[in-house]
């Protein structure tokens, strides 16, 4: 079965730093790319930022781009989120997820397996 494993969310105060972790070892499958998602509470899951597998392209959304980076060690099939300057907007359930054919990576709608999500907070 196809695995993904998000970590690192946590409760922060704003300004603070976070980064999350996602682990596709489990992933036997080839994919074209990897992205990070979050919802908050009664908002729809939306966009944060994604990367192909070749890491040729990098996508952040306008909310996170200069805070936010995404990195990948392939060699673990690991992939980050460095996440700096924390905002309480940023408060959300984080999901990492996978793309498998080769499509637009910051489209949600072509990313079909899924991670549990990690909780973050931020908040003084």
């Known amino acids: 079965q196809e695995r993904l494993v998000e970590s690192g969310g946590g409760l922060v105060q704003p300004g603070e730093s976070l980064t999350l972790s996602c682990d596709a070892s489990g992933f036997t499958r080839s994919y074209y790319a990897i992205g990070w998602f979050r919802q908050a509470p009664g908002k729809e899951r939306e966009v944060v930022s994604c990367i192909s597998s070749t890491e040729y392209s990098t996508y952040y959304a306008d909310s996170v781009k200069g805070r936010f980076t995404i990195s990948r060690n392939a060699a673990k099939n690991v992939t980050y989120l460095q996440m700096n300057g924390l905002e309480p907007e940023d408060t959300a359930i984080y999901y990492c997820?996978?793309?498998?054919?080769?499509?637009?990576?910051?489209?949600?709608?072509?990313?079909?397996?899924w991670g549990q999500g990690t909780q973050v907070t931020v908040s003084s």
């Open positions: 997820a996978i793309q498998t054919w080769p499509s637009d990576i910051a489209d949600i709608e072509f990313y079909k397996y």
